[in-house]
C-alpha cells in the first residue's frame, strides 16, 4: 500500500493529451515539493518533473507538473508511442520523516 | 555526467545479511551537497525509500527497516554501502542506488538496479 494514491492505468492515443494524478496529504504533497519519474520496462526510473512543475534539462516540455492542495497531476501532450510507460509521483512525507513514492501508473498508447 | 554503479550478491539466504556496494563515478562522493540514497522496487511493484547519507556521516532510515539497516561511505573508494540483516523473501527485490542534489526525492542519478534474492 503506497502513501501517495495514483490510478493504476490510464491511456490515450497519439497526439492527444492525457493527465496522470497523484493524491497524498497534509503531511506529504500538501506542504512539500512532488516528484515524477518515467520508468521504462527493465530500466531505472527516469526524473521527468521536480519541484513540482520543473523540468530538468533534456526532458521535452510535452511533459508538465502542476498541485494543488493535496494532490498533483503530471500531463503529457502530443502523446507518443514512446510515452508508453510506468509513472511515478514522489514526495517528502513529514510523518515519515522521508521520501515517499506512489504506486504507479501504467500508461497506455493506443 | 555522473554514473552510480551498484554490485553484490544476486542470492541470500533468509537471516543472512545483504550487503550491496554503489560506486560512484564521473563524480566524486565527497563533492557537494548530494545525497546518496538506496531506494528498492519488489516485483512488479512501486518503489520504497530505504535510506540515505548526507556528508559522509549523517544518514537517515525508513523507519520499517531502521532497526535492521546500516548505510556508510567509504570515500577512498568513492562508494556508498548498504547493509539489511535478517533477511526474510519480502526483502527479495531490485535494489537501486540514486543521487539527489537536493533533499530528496528528486533523484537525478540512478544506478541500473541489481535483482537481490532471498531464498534457501
Redesign the interface.
Known amino acids: 500500500q503506497?502513501v501517495l494514491t495514483q490510478p493504476p492505468s490510464a491511456s490515450g492515443t497519439p497526439g492527444q493529451r492525457v493527465t496522470i494524478s497523484c493524491s497524498g496529504s497534509s503531511s506529504n504533497i500538501g506542504t512539500n515539493?512532488v516528484?515524477w519519474?518515467q520508468q521504462l520496462p527493465g530500466?531505472?526510473?527516469?526524473?521527468l518533473i521536480?519541484?513540482n512543475n520543473q523540468r530538468?534539462s533534456g526532458v521535452p516540455d510535452r511533459f508538465s507538473g502542476s498541485k494543488s492542495g493535496t494532490s498533483a497531476s503530471l500531463a503529457i501532450s502530443g502523446l507518443r508511442s514512446e510515452d508508453e510507460s510506468v509513472y511515478?509521483c514522489?514526495?517528502?512525507d513529514d510523518s515519515?520523516?522521508?521520501?515517499?513514492?506512489?504506486?504507479?501508473t501504467k500508461l497506455t498508447v493506443l | 555526467q555522473v554514473q552510480l554503479q551498484e554490485s553484490g550478491p544476486g542470492l541470500v539466504k533468509p537471516s543472512q545479511t545483504l550487503s550491496l556496494t554503489c560506486t560512484v563515478s564521473g563524480g566524486s562522493i565527497n563533492s557537494g551537497d548530494y545525497y546518496w540514497s538506496w531506494i528498492r522496487q519488489h516485483p512488479g511493484?512501486?518503489?520504497?525509500?530505504i535510506?540515505y547519507i548526507h556528508y559522509s556521516v549523517n544518514t537517515?532510515?525508513?523507519?520499517s527497516l531502521k532497526s535492521r539497516l546500516s548505510i556508510s561511505v567509504d570515500t577512498s573508494k568513492n562508494h556508498f554501502s548498504l547493509k539489511l540483516s535478517s533477511v526474510t523473501a519480502a526483502d527479495t527485490a531490485v535494489y537501486?542506488c540514486?543521487s539527489s542534489w537536493e533533499?530528496?526525492?528528486?533523484?537525478?542519478y540512478?544506478?541500473?538496479?541489481t535483482l537481490v534474492t532471498v531464498s534457501s
Open positions: 503506497s515539493f516528484y519519474y530500466t531505472a526510473p527516469k526524473l521536480y519541484r530538468p511515478f514522489a514526495s517528502w515519515l520523516s522521508g521520501p515517499v513514492f506512489g504506486g504507479g | 511493484k512501486g518503489l520504497e525509500w535510506g537517515n532510515y525508513n523507519p537501486y540514486a533533499l530528496p526525492p528528486g533523484f537525478d540512478w544506478g541500473q538496479g
